[in-house]
């Protein structure tokens, strides 16, 4: 069982920037692939981004390639989003998600968290 909370979500305006974190705990978090998904109001919950147990690999959907930055630090049980140059349609809930294997489907995680909303302002 892994458990997992998100936090860093807000208010933000458009082209400002904002850092998700993702704390987890209990079974052995440096084994678990991790990403983040999100979901906004009337949509269905689409991949965002993904990292390997080790880091060295990193998948993302095109709609944030090279304005958002996944990374993991293992020794803190931490993985992170960073998110740059923010617009109005990244507002949705944020959610990380942790499973064995790196894959970008939702219904391939296991364990998820509670989410944290991101609002980008125009």
């Known amino acids: 069982q892994v458990q997992l909370v998100e936090s860093g979500g807000g208010l933000v305006q458009a082209g400002g920037s904002l850092r998700l974190s993702c704390a987890a705990s209990?079974?052995?978090?440096?084994?678990?692939?991790m990403a983040w998904f999100r979901q906004a109001p009337g949509k269905e919950r689409e991949f965002v981004a993904a990292?390997?147990?080790?880091?060295?690999?990193?998948y993302y959907a095109d709609s944030v390639k090279g304005r958002f930055t996944i990374s993991r630090d293992n020794a803190k049980n931490t993985v992170y989003l960073q998110m740059n140059s923010l617009k109005p349609e990244d507002t949705a809930v944020y959610y990380c998600?942790?499973?064995?294997?790196?894959?970008?489907?939702?219904?391939?995680?296991?364990?998820w968290g509670q989410g944290t909303q991101v609002t980008v302002s125009s």
């Open positions: 990292i390997s147990w080790r880091g060295r690999s990193t």
């Open positions: 209990g079974r052995t978090f440096s084994r678990y692939a």
């Open positions: 998600a942790a499973d064995p294997d790196l894959v970008t489907t939702v219904r391939e995680y296991d364990y």
